[in-house]
RNA sequence: GCCCCCAUCGUCUAGCGGCCUAGGACAUCACCCUUUCAAGGUGACGGCACGGGUUCGAAUCCCGUUGGGGGUGCCA
């Protein structure tokens, strides 16, 4: 990899988890437009230090979530994926390295023995105590940062220049007791050795930063630029969780959102161009991204608002698009002709995907009546009537077409001198057995002459019991 | 407790000292259109958290208060 080029760096970095939030989904998309805007390089590292959190379908899924959202790994602006368990030796050896400097000292304490002393001291956490000990290496002994005095600055690209008092940061574990690293060194060793430049992702990471910003200067090497965007939330103002909220950008995909909406909602998240308009395209974005626009509170993550862009999406589509998405979401045995021929009348009632079997499926299967509907509807003695009279006309109906039709159904309603609205709710629910659907006249249409009238005789069959 | 961050309609945001009697979008409501339901059109409702400064002038700058959030692990 080229890591000594002056083409800006950035990177991603998840820890497989199972499934693929949509902070880090977001978090993701900013640092690939940044990385595509400025001819950088967009890398992926699987952050799998913790054995709890390491499965490779795991990986596998983050893979696949990214694709969906448009970061290909045949993009040549990707790059990866990478294990962090991988550069094991490296950690090891930046470890060293600070134990040589005298940046870091080993420490024989263990958790309860810290606690204890702290709680003797009145002080909150580790005070060092090991400090100049002299204390070696050993089973049960971690490795420390020794955090100088002074105050550390972080340059943060969204919140401007952030200062941390060295003194209220306890010296921090770099190497736990059975050896192995710790996050935030192999963080900081692998973004180093990775040739990192820019490190944006979501805020929670603001109060690493200190600690990795020291980890950078005593290793002695200048420090990437830092941007902390803004975290995702609940309705409760919480940071969005797997436990109470719907994070799993896999569900939404399976619910029927489209990417591109998602994609498009996801960075109007703390950020907006500048302008009116929120739907535009990818490659607009792209260009127009700038992490000095990023907001700095946190955003709510508004399905609503998702739904509406999703409901945007599906209009903005050509009939063939439409078709082609619809065929994924309905059964297989469905007659292709008829979803071509009724895909486009459902288009502006979709709000996603999966909505569309459920408001075709009489055109496809045997209806069901709906009860209510059916009581709601053919109780009015006029309806009765209706329902007798059109079944004759569209029994002789000349020709077969949504206009035809709708004009029979006019004749029909005439002496009664009743609405289309009103005169069309009988043959509705006779048909497709709810009151609600797509445009009556072409449902007709696309089911056919004698699907319909087998329909309307069973309906009027069951009036005259 | 301590550290850090944040604060414009219910929500996402525009605004970076005068163009603001604060603009857009989602949601809500009303009306229009209409073949049910949608979509679409028009309109309404609704906000600068509070208190001090600075300034001729503050949503915009500074300080404080309050409120919210994040962190405080031998998790990442």
Redesign the pocket.
């Known amino acids: 990899m080229d890591v000594t080029g002056s083409r800006p760096r950035f990177r991603f970095?998840?820890?497989p988890?199972g499934f693929f939030h949509v902070g880090g989904a977001r978090t993701a998309l900013f640092n690939w437009a940044l990385a595509k805007r400025l001819g950088g390089t967009f890398v992926l590292r699987?952050?799998?230090?913790?054995e709890?959190?390491n499965r490779p379908e795991w990986t596998q899924g983050i893979i696949d979530a990214l694709a969906w959202l448009g970061i290909s790994t045949e993009d040549e602006t990707f790059e990866g994926p990478f294990f962090?368990s991988e550069s094991n030796e490296a950690h090891l050896a930046a470890a060293e390295k600070l134990v040589t400097a005298g940046a870091a000292y080993y420490?024989?304490?263990?958790?309860e023995?810290?606690a204890e002393r702290a709680k003797l001291e009145g002080v909150?956490?580790?005070g060092g105590w090991s400090r100049d000990l002299g204390t070696g290496p050993g089973p049960?002994?971690?490795l420390?940062f020794r955090v100088p005095d002074g105050t550390t600055v972080v340059h943060?690209l969204?919140?401007?220049?952030?200062?941390?008092?060295n003194s209220?940061?306890?010296d921090?574990?770099l190497?736990?007791?059975?050896g192995?690293?710790?996050?935030?060194?192999?963080?900081v060793v692998d973004d180093m050795s990775m040739g990192i430049t820019h490190v944006v992702r979501?805020?929670?990471?603001?109060?690493?930063t200190?600690k990795q910003q020291m980890l950078w200067d005593a290793l002695g090497i200048p420090t990437p630029t830092w941007g902390?965007v803004?975290?995702l939330?609940n309705?409760?103002?919480?940071?969005l969780?797997k436990r109470r909220d719907k994070v799993a950008l896999e569900q939404y995909r399976a619910e029927g959102f489209l990417a591109d909406a998602m994609v498009n909602?996801l960075m109007?998240?703390?950020?907006?161009?500048?302008?009116?308009?929120?739907?535009r395209p990818w490659s607009e974005i792209q260009e127009l991204f700038r992490l000095?626009?990023?907001?700095?509170?946190?955003?709510?993550?508004?399905v609503?608002?998702?739904?509406?862009?999703n409901?945007?999406y599906i209009?903005m589509m050509s009939t063939e698009e439409l078709v082609e998405a619809c065929g994924h979401w309905v059964p297989a045995h469905w007659d292709r002709t008829r979803l071509d021929a009724i895909a486009p009348?459902?288009?502006?009632?979709?709000?996603t995907f999966a909505d569309v079997p459920q408001l075709i499926d009489f055109i496809f299967e045997p209806v069901v009546i709906d009860e209510e509907s059916w009581s709601k509807v053919m109780s009015a003695e006029f309806s009765v009537d209706i329902l007798h009279e059109a079944t004759s006309a569209y029994a002789n109906a000349s020709e077969w077409s949504?206009?035809h039709?709708?004009a029979l159904l006019e004749d029909v309603m005439q002496p009664f001198g009743m609405?289309?609205?009103?005169?069309?709710?009988p043959i509705?629910v006779a048909v497709?057995g709810?009151?609600?659907?797509?445009?009556?006249?072409?449902?007709l249409d696309v089911l056919g002459r004698e699907e319909t009238l087998d329909r309307l005789q069973s309906a009027a069959q069951r009036l005259g019991q």
């Open positions: 970095a998840p820890s988890t699987i952050e799998d230090t913790d709890a959190r962090q420490c024989a304490m263990s958790p023995e810290i909150t956490g580790y049960g002994h971690v420390r943060d969204v919140r401007g220049e952030v200062r941390f008092d209220v940061i306890e921090f574990v190497l736990r007791g059975n192995s690293p710790v996050f935030n060194l192999a963080n979501a805020e929670e990471h603001l109060p690493n200190p902390h803004p975290v939330v309705e409760q103002r919480k940071k969780s909602y109007t998240l703390g950020w907006s161009a500048g302008d009116d308009q929120e739907i000095e626009d990023v907001n700095l509170s946190p955003a709510f993550f508004d609503k608002k998702l739904s509406a862009f409901g945007e209009r009348h459902i288009q502006p009632r979709l709000i949504a206009d039709l709708k609405k289309l609205g009103k005169a069309q709710a509705r497709t709810r009151t609600v659907g797509p445009p009556l006249f072409e449902s």
